[in-house]
């Protein structure tokens, strides 16, 4: 499964997006795909926990040391430097 997603957060208010495609012009006008939109529902939790989980598992390349770390480990030289 590719899953693709977006949550737009706007005040109080959150939408969540779901799709088979991708988000460019053509796939969003020419194509034929699936697309959930749903406003302030209970399915946005697991979907943010999902993001969450990757975000803190992804590499953050630093263009100037050419080293790849975890986000956990660019929080604590942040906090080191800061």
């Known amino acids: 499964m590719h899953n693709k997603f977006l949550t737009i957060r706007q005040g109080g208010e959150s939408t969540l ?32 926990r999902r993001f969450d989980s990757h975000h803190r598992e992804s590499l953050r390349h630093n263009p100037q040391t050419g080293v790849a770390a975890t986000s956990d480990e660019t929080d604590a030289e942040g906090a080191d430097r800061g």
């Open 17 to 48: 997006h779901t799709a088979s495609h991708n988000l460019p012009y053509r796939a969003l006008r020419h194509h034929e795909e699936n697309l959930l939109s749903l406003r302030n529902h209970l399915l946005s939790t697991p979907f943010q």
